[in-house]
Protein backbone atom coordinates (compact mmCIF):
# COMPACT_ATOMS: atom_id res chain seq x y z
CA UNK A 1 0.00 0.00 0.00
CA UNK A 2 1.45 3.66 -0.44
CA UNK A 3 0.86 6.72 1.61
CA UNK A 4 0.40 9.94 0.17
CA UNK A 5 0.76 13.14 2.05
CA UNK A 6 -0.04 16.94 1.21
CA UNK A 7 0.96 19.04 3.46
CA UNK A 8 -0.53 22.68 2.95
CA UNK A 9 -0.52 25.59 4.93
CA UNK A 10 -3.84 24.91 6.59
CA UNK A 11 -4.13 20.97 6.58
CA UNK A 12 -1.96 17.69 6.14
CA UNK A 13 -4.02 15.65 3.93
CA UNK A 14 -2.87 11.67 4.17
CA UNK A 15 -4.16 8.83 2.01
CA UNK A 16 -3.80 5.37 1.65
CA UNK A 17 -4.18 3.53 -1.90
CA UNK A 18 -4.00 -0.06 -2.56
CA UNK A 19 -3.09 0.54 -6.40
CA UNK A 20 -5.24 2.95 -7.85
CA UNK A 21 -7.80 2.40 -5.34
CA UNK A 22 -7.70 5.36 -2.67
CA UNK A 23 -8.73 2.97 0.18
CA UNK A 24 -8.95 6.04 3.41
CA UNK A 25 -8.25 9.47 3.99
CA UNK A 26 -7.46 11.35 7.01
CA UNK A 27 -6.24 15.05 8.43
CA UNK A 28 -4.04 17.08 10.40
CA UNK A 29 -4.10 20.18 11.14
CA UNK A 30 -0.85 21.81 9.91
CA UNK A 31 -0.36 25.09 12.01
CA UNK A 32 -0.08 22.78 16.02
CA UNK A 33 3.82 22.48 16.54
CA UNK A 34 3.79 18.48 16.70
CA UNK A 35 7.56 16.49 17.13
CA UNK A 36 8.34 13.44 15.05
CA UNK A 37 6.97 10.77 18.04
CA UNK A 38 3.21 12.77 17.99
CA UNK A 39 3.21 12.73 14.15
CA UNK A 40 4.12 9.42 13.85
CA UNK A 41 1.96 8.15 16.47
CA UNK A 42 -0.92 10.39 15.49
CA UNK A 43 -0.44 8.80 11.53
CA UNK A 44 -0.18 5.28 12.71
CA UNK A 45 -3.02 5.37 15.27
CA UNK A 46 -5.77 7.42 12.27
CA UNK A 47 -4.21 4.31 9.34
CA UNK A 48 -5.21 1.63 12.13
CA UNK A 49 -8.70 3.11 12.81
CA UNK A 50 -9.34 2.34 9.56
CA UNK A 51 -9.06 -0.67 9.26
CA UNK A 52 -5.63 -1.03 7.49
CA UNK A 53 -1.88 -2.29 9.24
CA UNK A 54 1.09 0.52 9.62
CA UNK A 55 3.62 -2.59 8.44
CA UNK A 56 1.37 -2.85 4.94
CA UNK A 57 2.52 0.73 3.90
CA UNK A 58 5.70 -0.14 1.87
CA UNK A 59 5.79 3.34 -0.20
CA UNK A 60 5.62 6.83 1.20
CA UNK A 61 5.17 9.99 -1.25
CA UNK A 62 4.94 13.63 0.39
CA UNK A 63 4.38 16.82 -1.02
CA UNK A 64 5.07 20.08 1.14
CA UNK A 65 4.50 23.61 0.79
CA UNK A 66 5.42 24.20 4.75
CA UNK A 67 9.20 23.72 4.98
CA UNK A 68 9.04 24.87 8.76
CA UNK A 69 7.28 21.22 9.85
CA UNK A 70 9.44 18.79 7.49
CA UNK A 71 11.81 18.04 9.57
CA UNK A 72 9.84 16.58 12.51
CA UNK A 73 7.56 15.13 9.79
CA UNK A 74 9.83 13.61 7.76
CA UNK A 75 11.65 11.83 10.48
CA UNK A 76 8.45 10.28 12.41
CA UNK A 77 8.54 8.43 8.65
CA UNK A 78 11.54 7.49 8.73
CA UNK A 79 11.08 6.38 12.63
CA UNK A 80 7.86 4.58 12.47
CA UNK A 81 6.85 3.41 9.19
CA UNK A 82 11.19 2.42 8.83
CA UNK A 83 11.30 4.05 5.23
CA UNK A 84 12.84 6.88 3.74
CA UNK A 85 9.97 9.26 1.67
CA UNK A 86 10.19 9.96 -1.92
CA UNK A 87 9.73 13.83 -1.58
CA UNK A 88 7.88 15.97 -4.48
CA UNK A 89 10.65 18.87 -5.79
CA UNK A 90 13.48 19.33 -8.25
CA UNK A 91 14.73 16.16 -9.78
CA UNK A 92 11.91 14.12 -9.18
CA UNK A 93 10.43 12.33 -12.71
CA UNK A 94 6.44 14.48 -12.91
CA UNK A 95 5.78 13.95 -16.64
CA UNK A 96 5.34 17.37 -16.86
CA UNK A 97 7.75 20.16 -17.87
CA UNK A 98 7.78 23.50 -16.25
CA UNK A 99 7.76 26.10 -18.69
CA UNK A 100 7.42 29.31 -16.46
CA UNK A 101 10.55 31.66 -16.13
CA UNK A 102 11.46 29.92 -12.77
CA UNK A 103 10.31 26.43 -12.01
CA UNK A 104 11.56 26.09 -8.51
CA UNK A 105 8.98 29.30 -7.39
CA UNK A 106 6.20 26.52 -8.35
CA UNK A 107 4.83 24.82 -5.38
CA UNK A 108 4.79 21.37 -5.27
CA UNK A 109 1.33 21.06 -4.42
CA UNK A 110 0.62 23.01 -7.81
CA UNK A 111 2.77 20.23 -9.62
CA UNK A 112 0.62 17.31 -8.07
CA UNK A 113 -2.68 18.79 -9.15
CA UNK A 114 -1.38 19.56 -12.84
CA UNK A 115 0.18 16.20 -13.08
CA UNK A 116 -3.10 14.52 -11.67
CA UNK A 117 -5.35 16.77 -14.32
CA UNK A 118 -3.04 15.91 -17.04
CA UNK A 119 -2.85 12.34 -16.50
CA UNK A 120 -6.10 11.43 -15.72
CA UNK A 121 -8.15 14.45 -17.43
CA UNK A 122 -5.38 15.38 -20.91
CA UNK A 123 -4.84 18.38 -21.90
CA UNK A 124 -5.07 21.56 -22.53
CA UNK A 125 -6.50 21.64 -18.62
CA UNK A 126 -7.00 24.71 -16.50
CA UNK A 127 -6.30 23.34 -12.59
CA UNK A 128 -7.85 24.96 -9.94
CA UNK A 129 -7.18 24.63 -6.23
CA UNK A 130 -9.49 26.78 -3.91
CA UNK A 131 -7.45 25.87 -0.91
CA UNK A 132 -5.41 28.76 1.32
CA UNK A 133 -4.73 30.99 -1.78
CA UNK A 134 -7.27 29.81 -5.11
CA UNK A 135 -4.71 29.09 -8.00
CA UNK A 136 -5.24 28.97 -11.45
CA UNK A 137 -2.60 27.18 -13.71
CA UNK A 138 -2.53 26.11 -17.30
CA UNK A 139 -1.15 22.81 -19.09
CA UNK A 140 -0.91 22.49 -22.33
CA UNK A 141 -1.82 19.67 -24.72
CA UNK A 142 1.52 18.76 -24.95
CA UNK A 143 2.16 18.69 -20.85
CA UNK A 144 3.98 21.49 -20.07
CA UNK A 145 3.05 23.91 -17.20
CA UNK A 146 2.81 27.17 -18.79
CA UNK A 147 1.09 29.67 -16.68
CA UNK A 148 -0.68 30.72 -12.95
CA UNK A 149 -2.11 32.71 -11.20
CA UNK A 150 -2.76 32.90 -7.53
CA UNK A 151 -5.06 34.72 -5.42
CA UNK A 152 -6.60 34.75 -1.77
CA UNK A 153 -8.26 31.81 -1.10
CA UNK A 154 -12.26 31.86 0.35
CA UNK A 155 -11.28 31.31 4.02
CA UNK A 156 -8.31 33.35 3.44
CA UNK A 157 -10.90 36.40 2.56
CA UNK A 158 -13.15 35.74 4.94
CA UNK A 159 -10.42 35.61 8.21
CA UNK A 160 -9.04 38.94 7.10
CA UNK A 161 -12.84 40.34 6.96
CA UNK A 162 -13.45 39.28 10.81
CA UNK A 163 -10.12 39.85 12.20
CA UNK A 164 -9.47 43.48 10.65
CA UNK A 165 -12.99 44.85 10.52
CA UNK A 166 -14.49 45.10 14.35
CA UNK A 167 -17.81 44.66 14.18
CA UNK A 168 -17.97 41.97 10.96
CA UNK A 169 -18.31 38.38 12.97
CA UNK A 170 -16.92 34.91 11.98
CA UNK A 171 -19.08 33.40 9.97
CA UNK A 172 -19.92 30.30 8.17
CA UNK A 173 -19.07 30.32 4.44
CA UNK A 174 -22.08 29.57 2.48
CA UNK A 175 -24.09 30.46 -0.60
CA UNK A 176 -27.05 32.85 0.77
CA UNK A 177 -30.23 32.92 -0.57
CA UNK A 178 -29.71 35.69 -2.55
CA UNK A 179 -27.10 38.11 -3.36
CA UNK A 180 -29.43 40.90 -1.82
CA UNK A 181 -28.48 40.84 1.47
CA UNK A 182 -30.50 42.23 3.80
CA UNK A 183 -28.01 41.85 7.35
CA UNK A 184 -24.36 41.83 8.13
CA UNK A 185 -23.83 37.37 7.89
CA UNK A 186 -25.29 36.92 4.85
CA UNK A 187 -24.00 40.27 2.92
CA UNK A 188 -20.42 39.09 3.96
CA UNK A 189 -21.33 35.32 2.57
CA UNK A 190 -22.60 36.72 -0.96
CA UNK A 191 -19.61 38.70 -0.91
CA UNK A 192 -17.25 35.82 -0.58
CA UNK A 193 -19.02 33.48 -2.53
CA UNK A 194 -20.24 35.46 -5.25
CA UNK A 195 -16.86 37.35 -5.18
CA UNK A 196 -15.11 33.95 -5.94
CA UNK A 197 -17.61 32.79 -8.57
CA UNK A 198 -16.66 35.77 -10.32
CA UNK A 199 -13.51 36.03 -10.26
CA UNK A 200 -12.81 32.36 -11.06
CA UNK A 201 -15.39 32.86 -14.29
CA UNK A 202 -13.04 36.08 -15.10
CA UNK A 203 -9.70 34.79 -14.56
CA UNK A 204 -10.78 31.06 -16.61
CA UNK A 205 -11.93 33.14 -19.44
CA UNK A 206 -9.40 35.56 -19.38
CA UNK A 207 -6.66 32.40 -19.62
CA UNK A 208 -8.59 30.95 -22.33
CA UNK A 209 -8.68 33.85 -24.70
CA UNK A 210 -4.80 34.67 -24.11
CA UNK A 211 -3.69 31.18 -24.39
CA UNK A 212 -5.27 30.40 -27.64
CA UNK A 213 -5.72 26.62 -26.95
CA UNK A 214 -8.69 25.30 -28.22
CA UNK A 215 -10.92 23.24 -25.91
CA UNK A 216 -9.17 23.29 -22.44
CA UNK A 217 -10.91 21.82 -19.51
CA UNK A 218 -11.47 23.36 -16.17
CA UNK A 219 -11.10 20.95 -13.26
CA UNK A 220 -11.17 21.98 -9.87
CA UNK A 221 -10.11 20.58 -6.54
CA UNK A 222 -10.00 22.00 -2.78
CA UNK A 223 -11.73 22.29 -0.18
CA UNK A 224 -14.80 24.59 -1.19
CA UNK A 225 -14.35 24.04 -4.35
CA UNK A 226 -17.06 22.04 -4.70
CA UNK A 227 -19.45 25.29 -3.32
CA UNK A 228 -17.69 27.67 -6.67
CA UNK A 229 -18.17 24.21 -9.28
CA UNK A 230 -21.59 24.30 -8.64
CA UNK A 231 -22.11 27.98 -9.31
CA UNK A 232 -20.61 28.41 -12.45
CA UNK A 233 -20.34 26.97 -15.87
CA UNK A 234 -16.52 27.80 -16.39
CA UNK A 235 -15.55 24.57 -14.44
CA UNK A 236 -16.01 21.05 -16.63
CA UNK A 237 -15.41 18.96 -13.39
CA UNK A 238 -14.34 18.78 -9.81
CA UNK A 239 -12.46 16.34 -8.56
CA UNK A 240 -11.94 16.83 -4.21
CA UNK A 241 -9.03 14.02 -4.40
CA UNK A 242 -6.74 15.59 -7.64
CA UNK A 243 -3.75 15.85 -5.22
CA UNK A 244 -4.24 12.68 -3.83
CA UNK A 245 -4.04 11.00 -7.07
CA UNK A 246 -1.50 13.14 -8.35
CA UNK A 247 1.12 11.94 -5.28
CA UNK A 248 0.29 8.52 -6.85
CA UNK A 249 0.91 9.21 -9.77
CA UNK A 250 4.29 10.73 -9.43
CA UNK A 251 5.22 7.70 -7.09
CA UNK A 252 4.76 5.37 -9.65
CA UNK A 253 6.41 7.30 -12.14
CA UNK A 254 9.35 7.62 -10.05
CA UNK A 255 9.82 3.48 -9.18
CA UNK A 256 9.44 2.54 -12.92
Given at each position: ML?????????????????????????LTTKMARTSDEYGITICNMIERNGLKVEDIDGIVIASVVPNVMHSFNNAIV??????????????KTGIKVATENPRQIGADRIVDAVAAYSIYKGPVIVIDFGTATTYDLVSGEGSFVSGITAPGIRTAAEALWEKAAKLPEIE?????SIL???????????????????????VNQMKK???????????????GKLIAQET????????????????????????
Amino acid sequence: MLLVVDVGNTNITLGVFEKEELLTTFRLTTKMARTSDEYGITICNMIERNGLKVEDIDGIVIASVVPNVMHSFNNAIVKYFGKTPLIVGPGVKTGIKVATENPRQIGADRIVDAVAAYSIYKGPVIVIDFGTATTYDLVSGEGSFVSGITAPGIRTAAEALWEKAAKLPEIEICKPKSILARETISSMQAGLVYGQIGQTEYIVNQMKKECGYENVKTVATGGLGKLIAQETDVIDIYDSMLTLHGLRIIYNKNME
